[in-house]
C-alpha cells in the first residue's frame, strides 16, 4: 500500500516508519523541513519525501493522489501559546486534502480523554478529532495516555525525577491515575489497524492492564534501577509552582511543563482496551516496558526522542535559515590546530556534549546552562540521543545540530539557549588542522555588550576546548 506517514520526524513517526517499510508498504513522508530527515539509508529507495507545513494550505498541494492510508501524528503543543488553534487548523487543511486524495483509511493517534474536565491540550486532541470525522475516507482514532519508551517525554522526565532527587516533595497531582503503555505496544497497534476494516469508524483507548498513580510510577522506575527513593505530596504547589519544578528538575521545556501539568490533574484511564483482543496484542506491563527501554539505552539503540522535536527548543525554524552562517555584522572566535590523527579527532568532535562533556572546563558549560535554565533557556538537560551518532536537526545540549557530515569533517550547530543574538559553533578539519569558529550575530547593544562580557570566558573555553580535540593521546 501507498501510506503518507505525516510527522515522520517525531518520536512515534520515526518508530512507525521502518515497520511500514519492514511490512513491504511504500511511505511518502511528510516533514516541515527536509534537512532535518535523516532517515536510515537502506530506508531511502522506499520512501518518498514531500515538505509541507500543515499550518499553511497551500503547502499541501504537494501531497499525491494515489494514497491508501494516512497517518495523523502531529501536534503543535508548546510551539505556541495558541497551540489549539493551529491544531484545529491544521486537522481542518489536512481533511480537505485528503478528501481529495484516493484514501480509504485516515489513523490520527490522540489522547486519552474520559474525564468531565479536560485540560487545553486533551480538548486540542478531541477537537482536532472532531474535525477529522467530517471526512470522506474512514477515520481510526486511538488514544493513548503515557506512554512509555526510551526517548519519550514521559519516560524522560520519569527518569530526571528518579534518578536525581532521592527525596520528592512533589504536587498533589502525583495521586492522579493514567494507564500507561509501551511504545512497542503503540506501534504494534498503529501498524495492526491499517487497512483492517473492522476498526473503520471506530475509536479506541489504548493502554496497558495497570492502572498506577504518578507516585507508582515513580516508585516502580525506581524499583527497576534499584533505587531508593521517598516522594512525599503537598497540597500548597500551585500549577505555575508545579511547572517550575518540572522544568528545572527534568530536561523538559517551560512551555511543556506548563502543558504537561496542566494535563497530569486529569486522570488518563481507559474506557475499554478491547482493542488489545481485536489485534491479537498482549501489552507489556509498566516494569516491562521501562526494563525494555534500558536495554534500548544501554544498547545505544534509542530510535527517537522527544528532545530532538522542535518542541524541545526556543524556536520553531527550518534548518535552511540557518545553516549559512552570517559573515556581516558578526562577532567570531576563530582558532586553527594542528591534527596528528583526523579520525581521532573527528570522533571526538562525534561524542561531544551530552556525557561525554565538552572536553575542557566541563564546570562553565554547566554554569552557563545553568544560568539558561534560570532565564527560561533550555539548558544543558537535553544530553544528546546517541553517544556517537549525529544526524541534522538533533539536540546537542544547547545546541540545535544544523549539518554533520563525517568524511567532511564538519559539525556545524546552532545555540538556542537564551542569547541577545544568534550564535553558532562550526567544526571543521581540512585534513592537516582543525577550524573551530564560533559566530555570534548580537542584537542591538545589549547583544554587543554581552559578547564583550564573556570573551575572557570564551578564550579560555574555546582555547582549551580545540587543544583537547586535537590531543590525541
Given at each position: 500500500m501507498?501510506?503518507?506517514?505525516?510527522?515522520?520526524t517525531?518520536?512515534?513517526?520515526?518508530?512507525l516508519?521502518p515497520?511500514?517499510?519492514d511490512?513491504?508498504?511504500?511511505?511518502?513522508?511528510?516533514?516541515r523541513?527536509?534537512?532535518?530527515?535523516?532517515?536510515?539509508?537502506?530506508?531511502?529507495?522506499?520512501?518518498?519525501i514531500?515538505?509541507?507545513?500543515?499550518?499553511q494550505?497551500?503547502?499541501?498541494?504537494?501531497?499525491?493522489?494515489?494514497?491508501?492510508?494516512?497517518y495523523?501524528?502531529?501536534?503543535?503543543?508548546?510551539?505556541?501559546?495558541d497551540?489549539?488553534?493551529?491544531?484545529?487548523?491544521?486537522?481542518?487543511?489536512?481533511?480537505?486534502?485528503?478528501?481529495?486524495t484516493?484514501?480509504?483509511?485516515?489513523?490520527?493517534?490522540?489522547?486519552?480523554?474520559?474525564?468531565?474536565?479536560?485540560?487545553?491540550?486533551?480538548?486540542?486532541?478531541?477537537?482536532?478529532?472532531?474535525?477529522?470525522?467530517?471526512?470522506?475516507?474512514?477515520l481510526t482514532?486511538?488514544?493513548?495516555?503515557?506512554?512509555?519508551?526510551?526517548?519519550?517525554?514521559?519516560?524522560?522526565?520519569?527518569?530526571?525525577?528518579?534518578?536525581?532527587?532521592?527525596?520528592?516533595?512533589?504536587?498533589r497531582?502525583?495521586?492522579?491515575?493514567?494507564?500507561?503503555?509501551?511504545?512497542r505496544?503503540?506501534?504494534?497497534?498503529?501498524?495492526?489497524?491499517?487497512?483492517?476494516?473492522?476498526?473503520?469508524?471506530?475509536?479506541?483507548?489504548i493502554?496497558?492492564?495497570?492502572?498506577?498513580?504518578?507516585?507508582?510510577m515513580?516508585?516502580?522506575?525506581a524499583e527497576v534501577?534499584?533505587l531508593?527513593?521517598?516522594?512525599?505530596?503537598?497540597?500548597?504547589?500551585?500549577?505555575?509552582?508545579?511547572?517550575?519544578?518540572?522544568?528545572?528538575v527534568t530536561?523538559?521545556?517551560?512551555?511543556?511543563?506548563?502543558?504537561?501539568?496542566?494535563?497530569?490533574?486529569?486522570?488518563?484511564?481507559?474506557?475499554?482496551?478491547?482493542?488489545?483482543?481485536?489485534?491479537?496484542?498482549?501489552?507489556?506491563?509498566?516494569?516491562?516496558a521501562?526494563e525494555?527501554?534500558?536495554?534500548?539505552?544501554?544498547?545505544?539503540?534509542?530510535?527517537?526522542?522527544?528532545?530532538?522535536s522542535?518542541?524541545?527548543?526556543?524556536l520553531?525554524y527550518?534548518?535552511?535559515?540557518?545553516?549559512?552562517?552570517?559573515?556581516?555584522?558578526?562577532?567570531?572566535?576563530?582558532?586553527?590546530?594542528?591534527?596528528?590523527d583526523?579520525?581521532?579527532?573527528?570522533?571526538?568532535i562525534?561524542?561531544?556534549?551530552?556525557?561525554?562533556?565538552?572536553?575542557?572546563?566541563?564546570?562553565?558549560?554547566?554554569?552557563?546552562?545553568?544560568?539558561?535554565?534560570?532565564?527560561g533557556?533550555?539548558g544543558?538537560?537535553r544530553?544528546?540521543?546517541?553517544?556517537?551518532?549525529?544526524?541534522?536537526?538533533?539536540?546537542?545540549?544547547?545546541?540545535?545540530?544544523l549539518?554533520?557530515?563525517?568524511?567532511?569533517g564538519?559539525?556545524?550547530?546552532?545555540a538556542?539557549m537564551?542569547?541577545?543574538?544568534?550564535?553558532?559553533?562550526?567544526?571543521?578539519?581540512?585534513?592537516?588542522?582543525?577550524?573551530?569558529?564560533?559566530?555570534?550575530?548580537?542584537?542591538?547593544l545589549?547583544?554587543?555588550l554581552?559578547?564583550?562580557?564573556?570573551?575572557?570566558?570564551?578564550?579560555?573555553?574555546?582555547?582549551?576546548?580545540?587543544?583537547n580535540?586535537?590531543?590525541?593521546?
Amino acid at each position: 500500500m501507498r501510506i503518507l506517514l505525516t510527522g515522520a520526524t517525531g518520536y512515534i513517526g520515526k518508530r512507525l516508519l521502518p515497520v511500514l517499510i519492514d511490512k513491504g508498504h511504500k511511505v511518502i513522508c511528510c516533514v516541515r523541513d527536509k534537512q532535518k530527515f535523516n532517515p536510515e539509508e537502506s530506508l531511502i529507495d522506499k520512501i518518498e519525501i514531500i515538505e509541507n507545513d500543515l499550518t499553511q494550505k497551500e503547502s499541501l498541494n504537494n501531497i499525491p493522489k494515489d494514497i491508501d492510508i494516512a497517518y495523523y501524528l502531529v501536534h503543535s503543543m508548546s510551539v505556541s501559546r495558541d497551540y489549539d488553534k493551529l491544531e484545529k487548523i491544521s486537522a481542518i487543511n489536512f481533511r480537505e486534502i485528503i478528501n481529495r486524495t484516493d484514501a480509504r483509511q485516515v489513523i490520527y493517534l490522540s489522547g486519552i480523554v474520559n474525564s468531565e474536565t479536560l485540560s487545553k491540550h486533551l480538548k486540542s486532541r478531541k477537537s482536532v478529532e472532531q474535525e477529522l470525522k467530517k471526512g470522506k475516507y474512514s477515520l481510526t482514532t486511538v488514544r493513548a495516555g503515557i506512554i512509555i519508551g526510551a526517548g519519550s517525554a514521559s519516560f524522560e522526565i520519569i527518569r530526571d525525577l528518579v534518578e536525581k532527587l532521592p527525596i520528592m516533595i512533589a504536587p498533589r497531582w502525583l495521586k492522579t491515575k493514567c494507564q500507561p503503555i509501551a511504545i512497542r505496544d503503540v506501534i504494534k497497534i498503529l501498524t495492526r489497524i491499517a487497512d483492517n476494516h473492522k476498526t473503520f469508524n471506530n475509536s479506541y483507548d489504548i493502554a496497558g492492564n495497570e492502572i498506577l498513580t504518578y507516585k507508582e510510577m515513580l516508585l516502580a522506575f525506581a524499583e527497576v534501577r534499584n533505587l531508593k527513593r521517598f516522594i512525599y505530596t503537598v497540597p500548597v504547589m500551585t500549577p505555575k509552582l508545579s511547572s517550575y519544578w518540572l522544568y528545572f528538575v527534568t530536561s523538559t521545556s517551560y512551555k511543556l511543563a506548563t502543558s504537561l501539568v496542566d494535563s497530569m490533574k486529569i486522570e488518563v484511564v481507559a474506557n475499554s482496551t478491547n482493542i488489545n483482543s481485536i489485534l491479537d496484542i498482549k501489552p507489556l506491563t509498566y516494569r516491562e516496558a521501562v526494563e525494555s527501554a534500558f536495554r534500548k539505552i544501554s544498547q545505544n539503540e534509542i530510535i527517537s526522542s522527544w528532545k530532538d522535536s522542535t518542541i524541545s527548543g526556543r524556536l520553531n525554524y527550518k534548518i535552511s535559515d540557518y545553516i549559512k552562517v552570517p559573515q556581516f555584522g558578526c562577532y567570531k572566535d576563530i582558532r586553527h590546530k594542528h591534527i596528528t590523527d583526523t579520525n581521532a579527532c573527528i570522533d571526538k568532535i562525534w561524542r561531544i556534549g551530552g556525557k561525554t562533556g565538552w572536553y575542557y572546563a566541563n564546570s562553565m558549560w554547566r554554569l552557563r546552562g545553568f544560568i539558561d535554565k534560570l532565564i527560561g533557556g533550555v539548558g544543558l538537560r537535553r544530553g544528546r540521543t546517541n553517544t556517537d551518532k549525529i544526524q541534522a536537526g538533533d539536540t546537542l545540549d544547547f545546541w540545535r545540530v544544523l549539518y554533520a557530515n563525517r568524511q567532511e569533517g564538519r559539525l556545524l550547530l546552532f545555540a538556542e539557549m537564551k542569547l541577545p543574538g544568534e550564535a553558532w559553533l562550526e567544526f571543521r578539519t581540512d585534513g592537516k588542522s582543525l577550524i573551530q569558529t564560533a559566530t555570534f550575530r548580537p542584537k542591538g547593544l545589549i547583544g554587543r555588550l554581552y559578547w564583550f562580557a564573556v570573551l575572557p570566558l570564551h578564550g579560555i573555553v574555546f582555547r582549551g576546548l580545540i587543544k583537547n580535540l586535537t590531543n590525541n593521546r
